[in-house]
Nanobody, 122 residues
Framework: QVQLVESGGGLVQAGGSLRLSCAASERTFSGYAMGWFRQRPGKEREFVAAISWSEGSTPYADSVKGRFTISRTNTKNTVLLQMNRLKPEDTAVYYC???????????????WGEGTQVAVSS
C-alpha cells in the first residue's frame, strides 16, 4: 500500500528554521524519486525540491535554492526537507510526493502525502 506521511510543520518566525520529514512505506520508497511541493494560500500547488533514488540529482525551485536542502535516508525510508532562513512567503501546506523517475516526480507524481502546515510569521 502506498503511504506517505509528513511531519515537522509548525509556526516559526522569519529567519528561523524547520525540518520536515516524510516517512514512506518500503514499497513506495524503494527505487523511487521523492519530492516536496507546497501550496501557498490562494495559490496552486508548486514544486519545491526533489531527490533521485541514488541522491545524484536534487533539483530545487529558484525560490528556495540556497535556503532549503532535501535529503533522504534509504535505510529508514525517509526524506527530509531542511528549511533555513524562512520567509513569510514560505507559509504553505507542504506535501511529500513519490514517483519512479526524477523527471515525473517534479511534474506529475502519482503518490502524495496529506501535507503538513508551515507558517512563518514576520
Amino acid at each position: 500500500q502506498v503511504q506517505l506521511v509528513e511531519s515537522g510543520g509548525g509556526l516559526v518566525q522569519a529567519g528561523g528554521s524547520l525540518r520536515l520529514s516524510c516517512a514512506a512505506s518500503e514499497r513506495t520508497f524503494s527505487g523511487y524519486a521523492m519530492g516536496w511541493f507546497r501550496q501557498r494560500p490562494g495559490k496552486e500547488r508548486e514544486f519545491v525540491a526533489a531527490i533521485s533514488w541514488s541522491e545524484g540529482s536534487t533539483p530545487y525551485a529558484d525560490s528556495v535554492k540556497g535556503r532549503f536542502t532535501i535529503s533522504r535516508t534509504n535505510t529508514k525510508n525517509t526524506v527530509l526537507l531542511q528549511m533555513n532562513r524562512l520567509k513569510p512567503e514560505d507559509t504553505a501546506v507542504y506535501y511529500c510526493a513519490a514517483e519512479q523517475s526524477i523527471v515525473v516526480v517534479r511534474t506529475g507524481p502519482r503518490y502524495w502525502g496529506e501535507g503538513t502546515q508551515v507558517a512563518v510569521s514576520s
